[in-house]
């Protein structure tokens, strides 16, 4: 009998394990378990508390709990940026991960670029193979074959492979929790009105009509998934200012959108009105931004209340506008400075606060590279409307803002300055503007006072009466109890010349002496 016979060699059992069976095999120490009764809340509050706590310690949790690990994960999923000309990387390693495929914020950056897809190169054709599985897998065939297809945009055709478009389409097919979207878009070319002449009629319609954010099959998906669109402001001089004007009123699911102005703005052949604003909007929309307003700002926050009268967004709490400027400048340029501006912007924002119950928010800016302050809108248009354009020119040298510089009542409301007030406000620039403003500042007993005595005693004429320039010479200007103005003149002799003359006459006199003694 052979001692060994591999014929007689029974085969091993192989047990199948699962990937987690550490998890209950090992206990975990006891600076590593999870607090009691944690695990007994639900998912959702779970999520919750994970965005809050460190990669680190999620990483932790991940590995102590099978329960805690989905949360973990799903909270390590970070909003993605996507390089220039990393669309198809991107793609490719999520291919390959589907861990990674449940991300849900993506940003593009400068997705719309001239030089966009000539970096890209072509995929490879094992990549192409894996990627058709995926989509026919997921949507089916008939999907695959509409991306694949040839579709001509603007000068050029776009060939599937080597476009961005392409690869946008398979990402949200193969991530479908994509629900988040930021990119910036290719700007036109400067809109003139030669510029406008000199163009063929089709691509004057394609300015003329609201057109879609991309080409066919990728703007349909977009429609049904995106909650949260952003498309920034061009920060890049080279590129313009001119937007395609967009129409957003397809997107079913959108609730927050953020645009620059421009979108809004159509761009027309007819010199007297080169720009026309209109809004269409999708009926669930709940929060507009709308950024680097402009000249059009008035007309975009009458066009949104009259969206919400027809029933197009009626869903819209909150409007915030993004301005340049100061909050001053901010609001010179939305009413021009004219009172009946003024009071119909305010009906405006009542009529939406009241009826619709959409706040309007102005973010504005004291520099250049400052940060953005809110502020609300209709108080400060109720400051900006007791203020007279003389007293606003005089904010205006002080580089201060209408609220900080109005006078108030007791209660805090804004008021209009009286006759005295306003001639110590706009007489004493060297004056604290904090101390002028005061509610318990009392004109007629500061007006003698000697820091508010007139230091420019030599400037004739009122102010407010528009004789600031009239007057004689040697005329000072003092005010009464009552705030008129009179002139005091200084005395002089019975020829009307002033009292130093006659010793000018005696000295030459004297001269013409002495030069008769000398001959």
Known sequence: MDLYNPTNKTAKKVTVRDELWYLDYYEAPWHLKPPPRILELPNEILAA???????????????????MRDVAQSALLKPARIPHNGIRKFVETLADRPDLRLIKEVDLGDFGCDQHDAGLGECAPEMLEKLERLVSDIKGDEQWSKLIKEQKGGDYYKTYG??????????????????????????????????????????????????????????????????????????????????????????????????????FVHHSIDATNPTELEIRLPQKLEYLKIQACNRLAFECISSLLDCLREGQVSK?????????????SSLVLLCHGEAPRIDKLRRILRALASDYRCKVTAYTRAYLLSKYEASDLLSELDTYANIPSSEAWMIATKDEQFGDAIMRKRDGTPRERTKAERELFCRNQHISTALLSSPTFDAT???????????????????????????????????????????????????????????????????????????
């Not at 994970?50 to 329960?67: E, G, K, M, Y």
């Not at 909650?227 to 920034?232: D, F």
């Open 49 to 67: 508390i994970a965005q809050f706590a460190t990669n680190r310690d999620l990483c932790h949790l991940s590995l102590v709990s099978r329960r």
């Open 445 to 519: 007993a500061w007006k003698k006072a000697k820091p508010f005595e007139n230091p420019f005693p030599f400037i004739r004429g009122d102010f407010f009466d528009g004789s600031f320039f009239r007057g004689t010479k040697y005329t000072k200007m003092s005010f009464d109890e009552k705030g008129k103005s009179r002139k005091c003149k200084e005395k002089s002799g019975k020829s009307g010349r002033s009292p130093r003359s006659p010793k000018r006459g005696v000295r030459k006199s004297l001269e013409g002496r002495i030069s008769d003694l000398i001959i």
């Open 162 to 263: 080597t476009d961005s478009s392409f690869f946008l389409a398979v990402l949200l097919i193969i991530a479908p929790n994509i629900s988040t979207l930021s990119v910036e878009l290719r700007p036109l070319a400067n809109m003139t009105t030669t510029r406008l002449v000199s163009l063929s009629s089709p691509e004057i319609w394609m300015l003329q009509v609201h057109g879609r954010l991309f080409d066919e099959p990728l703007t349909h998906l977009l429609e049904d998934r995106l909650e949260e669109l952003t498309i920034p402001a061009n920060t890049s001089c080279f590129k313009g200012d001119h937007l395609r004007n967009i129409s957003f009123i397809n997107f079913n699911t959108l609730k927050r959108l953020n645009v620059p102005m421009n979108v």
């Open 316 to 328: 819209l709490r909150q409007v915030d506008l993004s301005f340049q400027g100061c909050l001053r």
